[in-house]
């Protein structure tokens, strides 16, 4: 069974942070230094201020999920690669359920690692939002994002209220999609 993805494609874009500086932390570009700011004050393109303490918590919070993502990533990556979803029982005849198992299990093993790079991606992203000053506020409304909720999803781009809207609007659209997909089932015979 081919799967679908394959552990060449999670690049190193996912896994890495980018250039470090002497002291081992990534260098943000345009700062000269990481997250450590010149000013006392970060202003991005968003216009709204970060104070260097805020920024730094945020950005020390970001990089400690980023390296927790890496980590879980490139360790599924390297148990794929060693022992395969075979268990590591490649010199084995495996008969026909162990087999099928074993295929179910690699599809596993790799939509774990597609998700866990997605969200590697996600964090990539947030960082790059809070070096412009746009991190932690809502793409749809511009309202700041609780910190609570950026706590639990420091990735998330909507407020609450603004991701329970767009989550109705989805679901709607998937319940017409399904009526839609029954009612031509009428059609076709």
Known sequence: ??????????????????????????????????????ETQKVGSGGKRTPDSRYNELKHMLEGRRREMQAEVQGRMRDVRTEGAWGGKLNEVLDAVESSEADIQEEIEFALIQMKSETLNKINDALARLDQGDYGNCFECGEEIAEKRLRALPFAVRCKDCEEAKEVVEQRERHLAARRGATSLFFDM
């Open 1 to 38: 069974m081919q799967s679908g993805f394959q552990t060449d494609t999670v690049s190193a874009k996912y896994l890495q942070g980018g250039p470090a500086l002497e002291d081992g932390a990534p260098a943000i570009p345009g700062n000269g230094r990481s997250g450590v700011m010149n």
